[in-house]
């Protein structure tokens, strides 16, 4: 497969899962308010800095490596203030009281759960070892193991009729958050270091 092969596959996918992250962000969004769900808005904001992240991924196809790692330390950035936003909303619940909706979040999840699994298998298909690709799989990777966390809170918010399960994991989703983040940084550095040498 040629280089120009590689990149429209590349190309093609990021498309695809931007519009999936996208989509989501809304769905779970909407879902998030309506059911007054930390975790679900977690996810939301996490799926449309995702989709956003993909556009830079996209426009970054076939540019100079600086360009590539510029792009990726854009989106280690994002995914760390994401996390702190998070943060301050779960602070934020926790002080004025929230009363979210275990069903509605453990049904958002489960849909949640299949899309970034097709997008995680769709950017697993692509032989490039580019340090954006690396970055997206590691933008799936995080939500599909964040909506296993939101499933489990939805039952345990229906079980218990508490809300410290939901706010818990809003709290993990953005722990999986700023790991992804270092994560891409330091992909980003090493990608130099290894241009460099």
């Known amino acids: 497969m040629t280089k120009d092969d590689s990149d429209r ?10 519009a999936l992250n996208a989509g989501l962000a ?18 939301a904001v996490d799926n449309g800095s995702d989709a956003a992240v993909y556009l830079f991924s996209y426009l970054a196809i ?4 600086s360009w590539k790692r510029g792009v990726a330390r854009l989106s ?13 909303d779960a602070l934020r619940r926790f002080l004025t009281g929230t009363e979210p909706v275990g069903p509605t979040m453990m049904a958002l999840a489960v849909v949640a759960a299949v899309i970034n699994l097709v997008c995680l298998m769709l950017i697993r298909r692509q032989p490039s070892g580019d340090v ?5 799989e590691t933008f799936s ?20 009729g508490q809300a410290w399960p939901d706010l818990v994991v809003g709290v993990l989703v ?20 290894g241009e460099t040498t």
């Open 76 to 88: 280690g950035l994002m995914l760390l203030i994401f996390a702190a936003g998070v943060l301050l």
């Open 132 to 136: 954006n690709m690396k970055a997206a």
């Open 9 to 18: 596959r590349q190309g093609r996918t990021l498309l695809v899962v931007l």
């Open 26 to 43: 809304v769905a779970l969004g909407i879902g998030g308010v309506s059911a007054d769900s930390s975790a679900l808005l977690a996810n």
């Open 62 to 65: 076939g540019r100079a490596g």
């Open 141 to 160: 990777f995080n939500d599909f193991a964040s909506n296993g966390g939101i499933l489990v809170a939805g039952g345990l918010v229906l079980w218990l």
């Open 174 to 193: 953005a722990a999986i958050a700023i790991k992804g983040g270092l994560d891409i940084l330091r992909d980003a550095a090493r990608d130099k270091a």
